[in-house]
């Protein structure tokens, strides 16, 4: 029963991975079995099986061009630095940004995209063009001048140190990431995920059929329960 279920556990976080193969800074979840003794008073003759996602794949993905101007992908190591609706600072490897109302860059709903000195606001209708540092320059419709709106804050913190959190993004428990300035940046482009597509449809596969045997288990265990219960039942009339 215990292998049944975390079979399709693991099965489900592969069937995600696949799902998020095309989406931009996706970081594949790496799943795995562990097992629980049962603790008695005796030996520990059983063990509970368990689904675990002890870490996540940070391999770079493939970039792919777009030409839109908010669109931006970190080559190498990294990541963009945004601010969740509850204040705290979170790292994400997609780029897949837009302006709001108030000019304000963003990575999603109310998550604004940070720069060293805070929030990046552009103005309106302004052509936008980012440096390889991460440094954001404007210019205004028929003038000749860059004027520079901020700079993205890039951040490597060690992938192992990171957590990721329900909404996808990740978090550096205990503190916050220092800027490196080594990082790089491309516009007009994004990161797809970094999940191998034929390798997770064989995953599948071979999940698939785990969890088929399992339940076969469980079947075989409970007509064997019955045909006891049988047996029993006829030695006693």
């Known amino acids: 029963m215990t292998g049944g279920t975390a079979s399709t556990q693991q099965l489900a976080v592969t069937a995600n991975n696949l799902a998020n193969a095309q989406t931009p800074g996706f970081r594949e979840v790496i799943s795995a079995y562990r097992t629980d003794p049962i603790k008695g008073l005796g030996a520990d003759s059983r063990a509970f099986v368990a689904e675990t996602t002890p870490g996540n794949n940070f391999t770079t993905g493939q970039i792919k061009t777009t030409g839109n101007t908010y669109d931006m992908a970190i080559k190498g190591d990294g990541f963009f630095v945004v601010r969740k609706p509850d204040g705290t600072e979170a790292y994400t490897r997609s780029g897949q ?84 300035g080594k990082v790089k940046v491309v516009q007009g482009a994004l990161e797809l995920g970094n999940v191998n597509p034929a390798e997770s449809m064989v995953q599948i596969i071979a999940q698939t059929r785990l969890n088929d045997l399992n339940i076969r288990s469980i079947q075989a265990a409970d007509t064997n329960a019955r045909s006891a219960v049988s047996l029993l039942s006829l030695s006693k009339s």
Not at 139 to 166: C, H, I, M, W, Y
């Open 97 to 180: 940004f837009f302006v709001n109302d108030q000019g304000v860059l963003q990575a999603g709903r109310d998550v604004p995209v940070m720069g060293s000195g805070g929030t990046i606001t552009l103005p309106p209708n302004a052509i936008v063009q980012v440096a390889e540092d991460g440094q954001i320059f404007t210019q205004l419709p028929g003038t000749q001048f860059l004027n520079q709106a901020g700079k993205l804050k890039l951040v490597s913190p060690n992938p192992s140190d990171l957590v990721r959190d329900e909404d996808g993004l990740f978090n550096l428990p205990g503190g916050q990431a220092a800027i490196d």
